[in-house]
């Protein structure tokens, strides 16, 4: 029993003393919400680990004007101009054995933008919206909304079989059935929030008659009627005109015989005299 508490004192030794020498890392700040700049930085302390370099990651990307053989346990990332496209994870990393690092998050407003600004439909068809969104976090919830003499409608998913909404954290996509010229021309808006912030975009549809798709074969048939009876009208008028030039070439010939034979009779009265 004594040999027992002896090993167990042994074991509790141990895990004390490597606990106080395990690498640790602290970071500062652990968290950035919302702002336009901030500077990152990380200490390794508490370690006897060797340190090869240290160098920082984007979202699980190595940053490589980052990547450094520096052996200080100390680093530092500045953000200069923090966007949609900055946010994200972002973790200092120590080359030691084994390799040690932390995570930063920094958090933007959803950037929401529509896929195409102006869409189009036939009547009676289907329409078809869509939104993406960049940044971190994604939207945790999307809404749309119609645009109706300056106020915004809530679009409620499945409402009478007319809208069909499908979402994911980075698109959402609205459905409109049996398209309407009188009822569903105008400004529809897409619009993402996460646990910073909404943020909206606008798309213009546009309802198109279900014979426009048949305005330029009319144009077509029309041009050829147009062009047939032009042509109609040279040709009748061109005949009489052909009519009036035979008859003329006729008549010529009989009086020219006439005459010619009149000549020979007077010459050949002239020979018996």
């Not at 141990?14 to 930085?41: D, M, Y």
């Not at 200080?72 to 994200?88: A, C, F, Q, R, W």
């Not at 144009?219 to 052909?242: C, F, N, Q, S």
Request: aromatic content about 6%; overall charge negative; hydrophobic content about 35%.
């Amino acid at each position: 029993m004594k040999l027992l508490w002896a090993v167990s004192a042994l074991l509790l030794s141990c895990w004390r003393a490597n606990a106080s020498t395990a690498p640790s890392i602290i970071a500062e700040p652990l968290e950035v919400s919302n702002q336009s700049s901030a500077v990152l930085s990380c200490n390794l302390t508490q370690s006897s680990l060797h340190i090869k370099g240290s160098h920082w990651m984007h979202n699980g990307k190595v940053i490589e004007e980052t990547k450094s053989t520096d052996t200080s346990p100390y680093t530092v990332l500045t953000l200069e101009k923090i966007t949609h496209n900055s946010g994200g994870k972002y973790d200092c990393v120590f080359l030691t054995d084994p390799v040690v690092q932390q995570t930063i998050e920094v958090k933007t407003l959803p950037h929401v933008a529509a896929y195409k600004h102006s869409e189009h439909g036939n009547e009676k068809d289907k329409g078809v919206m869509v939104c993406v969104s960049h940044g971190y976090p994604l939207p945790t919830d999307w809404a749309w909304f119609k645009e109706q003499n300056g106020t915004q409608i809530p679009i409620v998913n499945g409402t009478g079989n007319k809208y069909e909404i499908k979402s994911t954290p980075d698109k959402t996509t609205l459905t409109i059935n049996d398209l309407s010229i009188e009822n569903d021309i105008g400004d529809y808006i897409c619009s993402g929030t996460n646990e910073l912030g909404t943020s909206s975009d606008k798309i213009h549809l546009r309802v198109r008659s279900r014979l426009a798709a048949l305005w330029p074969f009319i144009g077509i048939v029309a041009e050829v009627i147009i062009l047939v009876t032009i042509i109609l009208i040279y040709e009748k008028r061109r005949k009489p005109d052909e009519v009036n030039d035979d008859d003329d070439s006729g008549s010529a010939p009989l009086k020219s015989n006439s005459t010619t034979n009149h000549k020979d009779k007077n010459v050949r009265q002239r020979n018996s005299n």
